[in-house]
């Protein structure tokens, strides 16, 4: 158990999840006191030991699912061991039989059902929310389609892809709304029956999924498998590589992310030096005291606040990586005394006031796309034109209070760099940072061209993930 | 094993005399308890409290607001019949407040009174003892809780309000179940007390506080649970309503809002329409009570489009 054990917080590891040394002891301590017969008691266990972070769970399960799939679950008793008494194992066995029983077989399985019989088998499985009649479904489905090749190093998504593709889920979906909707006349009941139906076909979807994983599992291992299912946690995303289903997820970490940093910055700002004492609060406080004054009170302190240009490239490339720092930028906007933001692609454009008076940074930061006006000429970004634009209309409002970020992946497209515009604007403000979206080592390859302009930034910064553009926006306040 | 045992562990490093008997004797039996003082859990829930019991760990219980967190503290508390002490986090709560403060006022009463004409240094000396006796000490609710010989559950609510420098208070108690006080010493445990820690996950906890907690994650329940949660806490309610409270909340909780609906709002939801003797839910009826599950104008606005499809409330 203790090795399992281990190489299954090694993986936890490996996925981002940090895992203390004494919290390994922790979990090592708390199967012993447990009934390891118990597949979800084992899941809660080591998730209240091992993960201290509600976004982490998933990672988890898909680790946890991994390493203690239950068709390997009986095996894994036999490492588990001698805890377990007897009955206890029958009684896990012929449950475990039963529950997954016919798909055991491969070859018995995808022969036993027509396509017919099984379109019927999970039509009426989801009509009637019936979690066994599901997995056995799932399992059919699974053997039929999803055609799987022993022995190949792949996670699974291809194997999930054609088994949904074949099932024709749509129609399903179609079928089981044609059935509930003509109860419900009303709005309310339509909308509620088809959130039912998604609920229940999301959750078909993730039956199947488990299948494929367990499959997987059988097939090539834990050790194997963990390390091609591992997603990253949602801060450590790629944003500019991110595809829709993590953009989603990115979207999601965001709001939590700029709230907690706004707390964080509030108290940092709040604690960073104390005012003048207070004359009359801590007179007033010294008469409990027999007039000696004990308690010193303090005013509050009034540190100045920064001031903030942000100037982001919105092409294609790099936009959602601009969408996300406007929206922490803004979210944190009371935290500095001014923020003004510009967009360009090869013209410029002012959208501050898309920011003004709405409580939400996240509609502003939508309706960028359709507001804005950024293409002069021909869509292709133009660092060095939309730099010399900001300077021409916006360069008397820098002072030494001001902080220009400049957000892109300065490929110019073989345009001019204008860089000697930048040295003015860096004379001008107090500090000009880059933020750059891309790894370090693609700077300056083909039409990057960070070099000509790193000379007059403060700092040049690549910035890839939630976890690096946090930590960055929180060291600018 | 019983070596290893981490009750019989902690009993001898706090010089108990016996080792505290453990409260449950499986999840299951947990998950009875709890539904008999009207908690509903399920498997994560119940798993937790009894290793919490067993292992002699504080829980650190994380979630969206409104989802049960405190009350499943007072529900362990009511079904072992222990006495809950709470603590109440805020920004600025120091040690003053949350563990123990001399009483100064008492103590100036004690000095004068007790100054006979001239008093001698050994007179001062038995003075100086006396004013840092227990007597003129002021428990705060956590040594209250270290302190107490009854059975107590120790509850400290949003720790995550509170600042670093005070998060680092609990950690004596949260590992040793212990408080160390410069002027009487260490006051050890007499018992084994339950310790919850709450967090609405404003700010990021301490790795150390974190280290030394169980960590449960309490999330909105599914759609049967939380329609059993309707039943056992809105008296009079049928089964087919409040499965379909449920199903709106879900659907409500799947559309991107300023503020999901709460189990509190669903449940205050589905009283009010006990109240209004509805058997079931229409357009109508949902359009008119919104504002129950939803705190912003624009959640509302932007619910009923979703849901019934027209774009303004009914007044």
Same mark, same amino acid.
């Given at each position: 158990?203790?090795?399992?054990?281990?190489?299954?917080?090694?993986?936890? $590891?490996?996925?981002?999840?940090?895992?203390?040394?004494? /919290?390994?002891?922790?979990?090592?301590?708390?199967?012993?006191?447990?009934?390891?017969?118990?597949?979800?008691?084992?899941?809660?266990?080591?998730?209240?030991?091992?993960?201290?972070?509600?976004?982490?769970?998933?990672?988890?399960?898909?680790?946890?699912?991994?390493?203690?799939?239950?068709?390997?679950?009986?095996?894994?008793?036999?490492?588990?061991?001698?805890?377990?008494?007897?009955?206890?194992?029958?009684?896990?066995?012929?449950?475990?039989?039963?529950?997954?029983?016919?798909?055991?077989?491969? *070859?018995?399985?995808?022969?036993?059902?027509?396509?017919?019989?099984?379109?019927?088998?999970?039509?009426?499985?989801? $009509?009637?929310?019936?979690?066994?009649?599901?997995?056995?479904?799932?399992?059919?489905?699974?053997?039929?389609?999803?055609?799987?090749?022993?022995? #190949?190093?792949?996670?699974?998504?291809?194997?999930?892809? $054609?088994?949904?593709?074949?099932?024709?889920? /749509?129609?399903?979906?179609?079928?089981?709304?044609?059935?509930?909707?003509?109860?419900? %006349?009303?709005?309310?009941?339509?909308?509620?029956?088809?959130?039912?139906?998604?609920?229940?076909?999301?959750?078909?979807?993730?039956?199947?999924?488990?299948?494929?994983?367990?499959?997987?599992?059988?097939?090539?291992?834990?050790?194997?498998?963990?390390?091609?299912?591992?997603?990253?946690? %949602?801060?450590?995303?790629?944003?500019?590589?991110?595809?829709?289903?993590?953009?989603?997820?990115?979207?999601?970490?965001? #709001?939590?992310?700029?709230?907690?940093?706004?707390?964080?910055?509030?108290?940092?700002?709040?604690?960073? #030096? $104390?005012?003048?004492?207070?004359?009359?609060?801590?007179?007033?406080?010294?008469?409990?005291?027999?007039?000696?004054?004990?308690?010193?009170?303090?005013?509050?302190?009034? %540190?100045?606040?920064?001031?903030?240009?942000?100037?982001?490239?919105?092409? *294609?490339?790099?936009?959602?990586?601009?969408?996300?720092?406007?929206?922490?930028?803004?979210?944190?906007?009371?935290?500095?005394?001014?923020?003004?933001?510009?967009?360009?692609?090869?013209?410029?454009?002012?959208?501050?006031?898309?920011?003004?008076?709405?409580?939400?940074?996240?509609?502003?930061?939508?309706?960028?796309?359709?507001?804005?006006?950024?293409?002069?000429?021909?869509?292709?970004?133009?660092?060095?034109?939309?730099?010399?634009?900001?300077?021409?209309?916006?360069?008397?409002?820098?002072?030494?209070?001001?902080?220009?970020?400049?957000?892109?992946?300065?490929?110019?497209?073989?345009?001019?760099?204008?860089?000697?515009?930048?040295?003015?604007?860096?004379?001008?403000?107090?500090?000009?940072?880059?933020?750059?979206?891309?790894?370090?080592?693609?700077?300056?390859?083909?039409?990057?061209?960070?070099?000509?302009?790193?000379?007059?930034?403060?700092?040049?910064?690549?910035?890839?993930?939630?976890?690096?553009?946090?930590?960055?926006?929180?060291?600018?306040? | 094993?019983?070596?290893?045992?981490?009750?019989?562990?902690?009993?001898?490093?706090?010089?108990?005399? =016996? !080792?505290?008997?453990?409260?449950?004797?499986?999840?299951?039996?947990?998950?009875?308890?709890?539904?008999?003082?009207?908690?509903?859990?399920?498997?994560?829930?119940?798993?937790?409290?009894?290793?919490?019991?067993?292992?002699?760990?504080?829980?650190?219980?994380?979630?969206?607001?409104?989802?049960?967190?405190?009350?499943?503290?007072?529900?362990?508390?009511?079904?072992?019949?222990?006495?809950?002490?709470?603590?109440?986090?805020?920004?600025?709560?120091?040690?003053?407040?949350?563990?123990?403060?001399?009483?100064?006022?008492?103590?100036?009463?004690?000095?004068?009174?007790?100054?006979?004409?001239?008093?001698?240094?050994?007179?001062?000396?038995?003075?100086?003892?006396?004013?840092?006796?227990?007597?003129?000490?002021?428990?705060?609710?956590?040594?209250?809780?270290?302190?107490?010989?009854?059975?107590? !559950?120790?509850?400290?609510?949003?720790?995550?309000?509170?600042?670093?420098? @005070?998060?680092?208070?609990?950690?004596?108690?949260?590992?040793?179940?212990?408080? =160390?006080?410069?002027?009487?010493?260490?006051?050890?445990?007499?018992?084994?007390?339950?310790?919850?820690?709450?967090?609405?996950?404003?700010?990021?906890?301490?790795?150390?506080?974190?280290?030394?907690?169980?960590?449960?994650?309490?999330?909105?329940?599914?759609?049967?649970?939380?329609?059993?949660?309707?039943?056992?806490?809105?008296?009079?309610?049928?089964?087919?309503?409040?499965?379909?409270?449920?199903?709106?909340?879900?659907?409500?909780? @799947?559309?991107?809002?300023?503020?999901?609906?709460?189990?509190?709002?669903?449940?205050?939801?589905?009283?009010?329409?006990?109240?209004?003797?509805?058997?079931?839910?229409?357009?109508?009826?949902?359009?008119?009570?919104?504002?129950?599950?939803?705190?912003?104008?624009?959640?509302?606005?932007?619910?009923?489009?979703?849901?019934?499809?027209?774009?303004?409330?009914?007044?």
């Amino acid at each position: 158990m203790l090795n399992l054990l281990g190489d299954f917080i090694g993986e936890l $590891r490996a996925a981002g999840i940090p895992v203390s040394m004494s /919290e390994h002891v922790d979990a090592a301590r708390a199967v012993e006191v447990i009934n390891l017969g118990d597949r979800e008691l084992l899941r809660a266990t080591l998730g209240a030991t091992l993960v201290k972070d509600g976004d982490h769970l998933p990672v988890f399960n898909t680790a946890f699912d991994v390493y203690f799939s239950i068709r390997s679950w009986e095996s894994a008793e036999a490492l588990l061991g001698d805890e377990l008494d007897t009955d206890q194992r029958e009684r896990e066995g012929a449950a475990g039989a039963e529950g997954h029983g016919p798909s055991r077989g491969e *070859g018995a399985g995808s022969t036993s059902m027509s396509a017919q019989e099984l379109a019927e088998l999970l039509f009426r499985a989801l $009509r009637d929310g019936d979690p066994d009649a599901m997995r056995q479904g799932a399992s059919e489905a699974v053997s039929r389609y999803a055609g799987m090749e022993p022995g #190949r190093p792949v996670g699974g998504t291809y194997y999930l892809y $054609r088994t949904l593709r074949n099932l024709e889920l /749509e129609s399903l979906e179609q079928r089981l709304l044609a059935g509930t909707m003509g109860a419900n %006349p009303d709005e309310l009941g339509q909308r509620l029956a088809r959130d039912e139906v998604t609920a229940r076909i999301e959750h078909l979807k993730s039956e199947i999924e488990r299948e494929i994983r367990e499959r997987l599992v059988e097939d090539r291992g834990s050790e194997a498998l963990a390390k091609s299912v591992r997603k990253p946690l %949602p801060e450590d995303l790629d944003v500019m590589h991110a595809n829709r289903e993590e953009m989603a997820q990115l979207e999601r970490a965001l #709001r939590p992310l700029s709230r907690k940093l706004a707390v964080r910055l509030a108290r940092k700002r709040r604690r960073r #030096r $104390r005012g003048p004492v207070d004359l009359r609060h801590t007179v007033r406080r010294s008469l409990s005291t027999g007039g000696v004054p004990l308690d010193l009170r303090f005013k509050p302190p009034r %540190p100045a606040k920064p001031e903030i240009f942000v100037i982001a490239d919105v092409s *294609g490339s790099v936009a959602s990586f601009a969408r996300f720092t406007l929206h922490l930028v803004h979210a944190i906007s009371s935290q500095f005394s001014k923020v003004r933001s510009f967009v360009f692609v090869d013209g410029l454009d002012e959208v501050t006031r898309l920011f003004e008076g709405v409580e939400d940074p996240a509609d502003a930061v939508a309706r960028i796309n359709a507001e804005a006006d950024v293409i002069a000429f021909d869509g292709h970004s133009d660092y060095g034109r939309a730099l010399v634009t900001f300077h021409d209309r916006y360069a008397r409002d820098l002072t030494k209070r001001s902080t220009v970020l400049i957000l892109g992946d300065a490929r110019n497209n073989y345009h001019q760099a204008h860089a000697e515009v930048l040295a003015d604007l860096h004379y001008r403000a107090k500090a000009v940072y880059w933020l750059n979206p891309e790894p370090t080592s693609y700077w300056n390859s083909g039409d990057s061209i960070v070099a000509q302009y790193a000379p007059y930034c403060d700092r040049v910064i690549e910035c890839r993930t939630l976890r690096q553009l946090e930590a960055f926006v929180g060291e600018l306040a | 094993m019983s070596a290893l045992d981490p009750r019989v562990e902690l009993a001898q490093r706090l010089g108990l005399s =016996s !080792v505290p008997p453990v409260r449950f004797e499986s999840p299951e039996e947990v998950k009875k308890l709890l539904a008999e003082n009207d908690y509903l859990s399920d498997e994560a829930i119940a798993s937790v409290i009894y290793l919490a019991d067993r292992l002699a760990k504080p829980v650190l219980v994380e979630g969206p607001a409104g989802t049960g967190k405190t009350a499943l503290a007072k529900a362990v508390a009511d079904s072992i019949g222990a006495r809950l002490i709470r603590l109440q986090c805020y920004e600025g709560l120091d040690e003053s407040k949350a563990l123990y403060e001399w009483n100064y006022r008492k103590q100036l009463l004690r000095i004068q009174a007790g100054r006979p004409e001239g008093a001698g240094t050994e007179e001062w000396h038995d003075l100086e003892e006396d004013i840092f006796a227990e007597e003129f000490m002021l428990t705060r609710p956590l040594l209250e809780a270290i302190s107490a010989s009854d059975p107590v !559950v120790l509850l400290i609510d949003e720790v995550d309000r509170v600042e670093l420098e @005070t998060e680092a208070l609990m950690l004596e108690i949260l590992s040793e179940y212990q408080v =160390s006080i410069p002027e009487l010493g260490t006051i050890r445990a007499k018992q084994i007390p339950m310790v919850f820690l709450t967090s609405n996950n404003t700010r990021e906890l301490s790795e150390a506080l974190k280290r030394r907690c169980l960590y449960l994650y309490v999330g909105y329940p599914t759609v049967e649970r939380e329609r059993d949660i309707i039943l056992s806490r809105v008296p009079g309610i049928s089964s087919a309503l409040a499965e379909q409270i449920a199903q709106v909340v879900r659907s409500l909780r @799947t559309i991107d809002l300023k503020k999901a609906p709460s189990v509190s709002e669903t449940l205050d939801w589905a009283r009010t329409l006990v109240v209004l003797g509805r058997s079931e839910i229409g357009d109508e009826d949902a359009a008119a009570t919104l504002h129950i599950l939803l705190k912003y104008q624009s959640d509302i606005e932007r619910a009923t489009k979703e849901l019934l499809g027209r774009s303004r409330p009914v007044a």
